[in-house]
């Protein structure tokens, strides 16, 4: 009996090893896209709106200093953000300027900053008995006089 014959697959050539490409260098297996970087950004487009928004909300709440809320909307360019700082502070600085100059002052305080100058006035107008305020922090039910009586001699 004559043999089967064989599949094409088994009979055909082995490639030779120099015609294969080297799979490995030096014992470690070589690989052609491991110095391939990618650097990939996020699919959307920026918004800045929404990123000043964030950062404002950031300063407001004390959370970072308007140099490095620059710095961000800058893209990290640290000239570009001393630069606006210069600018800011130039600013700040003509607006005081300008009301001096027109007989005004700085803004009046707020928070606790505020109830210490309102606390301030009130004392100012108990010293001068002016507005009904008398130097006795006593209410009349308490023992302290009316205000407009004067104090009890001793």
Request: net charge negative; aromatic share 2%.
């Amino acid at each position: 009996m004559s043999e089967p014959p064989k599949p094409a697959a088994a009979t055909a050539p082995k490639p030779s090893p120099e015609a294969e490409p080297k799979r490995e260098v030096n014992g470690k297996p070589k690989d052609p896209y491991k110095s391939l970087q990618i650097g990939w950004k996020d699919g959307l487009p920026a918004d800045r709106t929404e990123d000043v928004a964030n950062e404002v909300a950031l300063k407001t709440a004390g959370l970072t200093s308007t140099y490095s809320a620059i710095l961000r909307l800058n893209d990290g360019d640290a000239d570009a953000a001393e630069k606006e700082m210069a600018r800011i502070e130039e600013e700040q600085q003509k607006s005081m300027l300008q009301e001096v100059a027109m007989g005004g002052g700085p803004p009046p305080p707020q928070g606790e900053g505020q109830q210490a100058n309102e606390a301030a006035q009130i004392v100012a107008a108990s010293k001068s008995k002016k507005g009904g305020v008398t130097d006795d922090t006593r209410r009349p039910d308490e023992g302290g006089r009316e205000p407009g009586t004067p104090p009890a001699s001793t």
